[in-house]
């Protein structure tokens, strides 16, 4: 079955940086877009970051762009999601998300439990 | 980009029906057949149960139901169960590669 596991989350200065990781296993990872979600304590979900089937081509949400970078290694079965100049507002659980189909249809399918970032002094 | 506007809470009795609104703009709901619709229970990961404005994902029951009319989703929850009680968020591309979600509603079975 399809799994998605996240690791890198903590507890991080603000101005600081910090990555993120997911491992996915149980379908062709090379083969789907993945994405990043998060979500601020109590509040709803926010989409973050995407990255195409080949690491091609990514995009970031407004709220983060210039501060993060989204990568993915197809070998090691593995997403990255580099966050930087970290705020407060950062704060959230990080999910790793694998698309429903093979493109950029933006179903959220499959996630991750999550891992969880806070930007405080 | 806004958030999706999504009452924030709705209710019902076990066996009776719910239903949640998802208001957006022309720019978003409006404007694509690319809305989907989330559950979440408390401390875990979101699960999608709607995808394409009515189309159910794998295993999720005929219970659940949506649609869409002009700005304006749906999802219609019948025949409640105990288990049906989470937060739903609603999520719509919204074109330029952006994809934005709902403000969530948390269903109460009472």
């Known amino acids: 079955q399809v799994q998605l596991v996240e690791s890198g989350g903590g507890v991080v200065q603000p101005g600081r940086s910090l990555r993120l990781s997911c491992v996915a296993s149980g379908f062709s990872f090379g083969s789907y877009t993945m994405y990043w979600v998060r979500q601020a304590p109590g509040q709803g979900l926010e989409w973050v970051a995407d990255i195409s089937s080949d690491g091609m081509i990514t995009h970031q949400s407004d709220s983060v762009k210039g501060r993060v970078t989204v990568s993915r290694d197809n070998s090691k079965r593995s997403l990255y999601l580099q966050l930087n100049s970290l705020r407060p507002e950062d704060t959230a659980v990080y999910y790793c998300?694998?698309?429903?189909?093979?493109?950029?249809?933006?179903?959220?399918?499959?996630w991750g439990q999550g891992t969880e970032v806070t930007a405080s002094s | 980009q806004s958030a999706l506007t999504q009452p924030p809470s709705a209710s019902g009795s076990p066996g009776q029906s719910v239903t949640i609104s998802c208001t957006g703009t022309s720019s978003d709901v409006g404007g694509y057949n690319f809305v989907s619709w989330y559950q979440q229970h408390p401390g875990k990961a979101p699960t999608l149960i709607i995808y394409d404005v009515r189309e159910r994902a794998s295993g999720v029951p005929d219970r659940f139901s949506a649609s869409k009319s002009g700005n304006t989703a749906s999802l219609t929850v019948s025949g409640l169960q105990p288990e049906d009680e989470a937060d739903y968020f609603c999520?719509?591309?919204?074109?330029?590669?952006?994809?934005?979600f709902g403000t969530g509603t948390k269903v109460t079975v009472l």
């Open positions: 998300v694998r698309d429903l189909r093979g493109g950029y249809s933006h179903v959220y399918a499959y």
């Open positions: 999520s719509s591309y919204a074109g330029n590669n952006n994809n934005v």
